[in-house]
């Protein structure tokens, strides 16, 4: 039996977190050299780091619809969220390495990282006072 938020808009939220993750992750594998070339020159092993996020990013999408590892599974994307914002930072301080976007996009990505950490942390926690529905898996 899947638990599942009783409220709609957390349900949603889970389902929707869980779905931008594994496909964000299964991209990493598709297109690594999108993310290799997003990777800042100080950091090694570029081409192993995407592969790494990649599967972090499907474990998490895939951990959080799990109730005994939810809430972990939440901390864990927002802990990698973290980690990958240098990334997005060096995109927008280097644009002329990204003639495809616009300078002003590469900024504007930087708030969204605010946005999902935020989405991560609030899906994946429990309700407060509120029961869980079970949904046959």
Request: proline share 9%; aromatic share 14%.
């Amino acid at each position: 039996m899947l638990l599942l938020p009783k409220r709609l808009p957390k349900r949603l939220a889970l389902f929707g977190l869980s779905l931008f993750f594994f496909i964000a992750g299964t991209n990493h594998f598709l297109n690594p050299d999108f993310y290799v070339a997003m990777m800042p020159p100080y950091l090694p092993a570029h081409a192993e780091l995407v592969y790494l996020s990649g599967v972090f990013e499907m474990l998490g999408g895939l951990a959080v619809m799990a109730p005994r590892v939810r809430a972990t599974a939440g901390w864990g994307l927002v802990l990698l969220l973290l980690a990958i914002f240098p990334a997005n930072l060096h995109m927008a301080l280097n644009p002329e390495q990204f003639p495809d976007a616009a300078p002003a996009a590469l900024y504007a990505r930087l708030p969204f990282q605010v946005l999902f950490i935020a989405w991560a942390y609030w899906a994946t926690r429990p309700d407060a006072g509120a029961s869980v529905e079970g949904v046959a898996a």
